[in-house]
């Protein structure tokens, strides 16, 4: 296949500068703000956005190098399929996150519950609508088995925690 190339259209400001204090999910990273900088020249394309709560980021993982096929994930210790996570080595950088959309002020979106690094490049915005799933009972695999508990327990470890 031919190489695929993009040009980030924005960047997203949060308050993490390393990967270990950075949350594992916009759900474990509730009241974490953030701002999405959107090039001048695409601002435009954000009349109507501030309709919708939600907004779905497609971001490249500036930092993330190199991968594997077979991971353990975070909040699991068993060895998973790669594609069977959200682990941000992948063959591809790409990141996807569905934060909470609180104001746009020109070419800037303040969001919350933010999951990225600082400085991360941004791809694309979608809106963020639940009904497009569909009503399909929706199955989360391995996922589904681990304790919320346990989940929420590793995610604030990992929030409140900065790089040895």
């Known amino acids: 296949m031919d190489a695929i190339s993009y040009r980030p259209i924005g960047i997203i400001h949060t308050p993490f500068a390393t990967p270990k204090a950075t949350p594992i999910q916009p759900k474990y990273a509730e009241g974490a703000k953030g701002r999405v900088v959107l090039d001048q020249a695409y601002?435009?394309?954000?009349?109507?956005?501030?309709?919708?709560?939600h907004i779905t980021l497609v971001y490249h993982l500036h930092r993330s190098e190199g991968y594997k096929l077979k991971v353990v994930p975070y909040l699991d210790t068993e060895e998973r399929g790669l594609f069977a996570t959200r682990a941000p080595r992948?063959?591809?950088?790409?990141?996807?996150?569905?934060?909470?959309?609180?104001?746009?002020?020109?070419?800037?979106?303040?969001?919350a519950n933010v999951d990225m690094l600082d400085g991360t490049p941004l791809l694309d915005i979608k809106p963020y609508v639940e009904g497009?799933?569909?009503d399909t009972p929706v199955h989360t695999g391995w996922i589904g088995r681990v304790s919320h508990e346990r989940a929420e327990g590793r995610a604030d470890d990992r929030f409140h925690k900065e790089d040895d």
């Open 43 to 53: 601002a435009e394309g954000l009349a109507d956005v501030d309709g919708f709560s």
């Open 132 to 134: 497009f799933v569909g």
């Open 90 to 111: 992948r063959p591809n950088a790409i990141g996807i996150s569905v934060v909470v959309l609180e104001r746009v002020e020109g070419n800037v979106l303040h969001i």
